[in-house]
């Protein structure tokens, strides 16, 4: 059984940097064609996909936000962190991961989300 | 803006059929990548419903269907029912932009 739970900071201030922890069972991030990607959706808005790392560290990045976001793994911890830098008001969204595996380049599993807001 | 394009909503009644339509361009459905389904109900987080174009992930009621022609694809839903009150979202693998893009989403209503 696949889970994923997404956990950090629900306030954020401008400028400040964002770090959110994906912390995974039921899979491993060691194993070939594995990955795990985090999506965000704003407040009554569309899903927007943010980040992707693979099993043998391979990683994509939206280029809208490509100069603002790291995506690192922790395989022994089964976890993958997402950094957001500069954070402003916009980037407000309920933040989701979600496994991902290369062949079928969908998103099969999905985190609860967490929902972060920026503000001062 | 999305990179995907969906009908803001659509709307039937009881037991009535529903197509939701997403439509891309040459770097994502027409370049021949796959097109996946997703249903939100509110206050929760996506779930895949439609794999592949036209597959269905294992507990997904066959009311749900997905096709794809060379240049967009649809989501067909048959025996509508109040449950199925979500908002959709159709996603693809985008060649130009090296990664994954959605659709603007679709509010289905059932009245």
């Known amino acids: 059984q696949i889970t994923l739970k997404e956990s950090g900071p629900t306030l954020v201030k401008p400028t400040q940097t964002l770090t959110l922890t994906c912390t995974f069972s039921?899979?491993?991030?060691?194993?070939?064609?594995?990955?795990v990607g985090w999506i965000r959706q704003s407040p009554g808005k569309a899903l927007e996909w943010l980040t992707l790392?693979?099993?043998?560290?391979?990683?994509r990045y939206s280029p809208s936000l490509k100069s603002r976001l790291t995506i690192t793994k922790d395989t022994s911890k089964n976890q993958v962190v997402l950094t957001l830098s500069n954070m402003d008001p916009v980037d407000t969204a309920t933040y989701y991961c979600?496994?991902?595996?290369?062949?079928?380049?969908?998103?099969?599993?999905w985190g609860q989300g967490t929902l972060v807001t920026v503000s001062s | 803006q999305s990179v995907l394009t969906q009908p803001p909503s659509v709307s039937g009644a009881p037991g009535q059929r529903v197509t939701v339509s997403c439509t891309g361009s040459?770097?994502?459905?027409?370049?021949?990548?796959?097109v996946h389904w997703y249903q939100q109900l509110p206050g929760t987080a996506p779930k895949l419903l439609i794999y592949?174009?036209?597959n269905r992930p294992s507990g997904v009621p066959d009311r749900f269907s997905g096709s794809k022609s060379a240049t967009s694809a649809s989501l067909a839903i048959t025996g509508l029912q109040a449950e199925d009150e979500a908002d959709y979202y159709c996603q693809s693998y985008d060649i130009s932009l090296s990664g994954w893009v959605f659709g603007g989403g679709t509010k289905l209503t059932v009245i």
């Open positions: 979600a496994h991902h595996i290369w062949s079928g380049n969908n998103f099969d599993y």
């Open positions: 790392i693979y099993w043998n560290d391979d990683k």
């Open positions: 040459s770097s994502n459905i027409e370049a021949g990548n796959d």
């Open positions: 592949g174009n036209r």
């Open positions: 039921g899979f491993s991030l060691s194993t070939s064609g594995v990955g």
